[in-house]
T-cell receptor
Framework: GENVEQHPSTLSVQEGDSAVIKCTYSDSASNYFPWYKQELGKRPQLIIDIRSNVGEKKDQRIAVTLNKTAKHFSLHITETQPEDSAVYFCAASRNTGGFKTIFGAGTRLFVKA | NAGVTQTPKFQVLKTGQSMTLQCAQDMNHNSMYWYRQDPGMGLRLIYYSASEGTTDKGEVPNGYNVSRLNKREFSLRLESAAPSQTSVYFC?????????????FGPGTRLTVL
């Protein structure tokens, strides 16, 4: 069946460095790609999303890129801060042929002060 | 606005017991979802309701039933709990009836089945 692979599972960076998390999806009908941040013991919250007709989107220190041909999308966080430490989930969604959202397994990001 | 609320926050069941997890949203959203979150496996969709009066199976529906009571409320029922259902359960809602818009999550219910 369809799946979303997310790498790495754990990422440790120094404060101020950049962090990159990559996801690959298999369902070619996916057209919406959100990224959620989940702090320890809290609920997931959307931080950025991208649609299939866009190649890149940026919001302050966060950016997402999408390569539809390769079925690959990535989250980039620049100038990382300790409060960026959390688990990040990517997801691939479609609305045609029935609703489906598949989440990646998550990346635990540690930002060391 | 409270957003998405869930009750209870924690629950311990014995194998074979039943229970219902409650979820409500006050954002006038059309779609609601139930996920389970297990370590190292991300979020997996159990059931969803695209709009009031409709429900559909997600990725892992076995052992669960749902009821979309009205536009605000979407409950998840475990008829005969099993240890494999030990997990954190999240309810979510979205404004539009489809997968291509932001989902707002509740605080979660941590369920342990002994």
């Amino acid at each position: 069946g369809e799946n979303v692979e997310q790498h790495p599972s754990t990422l440790s960076v120094q404060e101020g460095d950049s962090a990159v998390i990559k996801c690959t999806y298999s369902d070619s009908a996916s057209n919406y790609f959100p990224w959620y941040k989940q702090e320890l013991g809290k609920r997931p919250q959307l931080i950025i999303d991208i649609r299939s007709n866009v190649g890149e989107k940026k919001d302050q220190r966060i950016a997402v890129t999408l390569n539809k041909t390769a079925k690959h999308f990535s989250l980039h966080i620049t100038e990382t801060q300790p409060e960026d430490s959390a688990v990040y989930f990517c997801a691939a969604s479609r609305n045609t042929g029935g609703f489906k959202t598949i989440f990646g397994a998550g990346t635990r990001l540690f930002v060391k002060a | 606005n409270a957003g998405v609320t869930q009750t209870p926050k924690f629950q311990v069941l014995k194998t074979g017991q039943s229970m219902t997890l409650q979820c409500a949203q006050d954002m006038n959203h059309n779609s609601m979802y139930w996920y389970r979150q297990d370590p190292g496996m991300g979020l997996r969709l159990i059931y969803y309701s695209a709009s009031e009066g409709t429900t559909d199976k997600g990725e892992v529906p076995n052992g669960y039933n749902v009821s979309r009571l009205n536009k605000r409320e979407f409950s998840l029922r475990l008829e005969s709990a099993a240890p494999s259902q030990t997990s954190v359960y999240f309810c979510a809602s979205s404004a539009l009836a489809g997968g291509d818009n932001e989902q707002f999550f509740g605080p979660g219910t941590r369920l342990t089945v002994l």
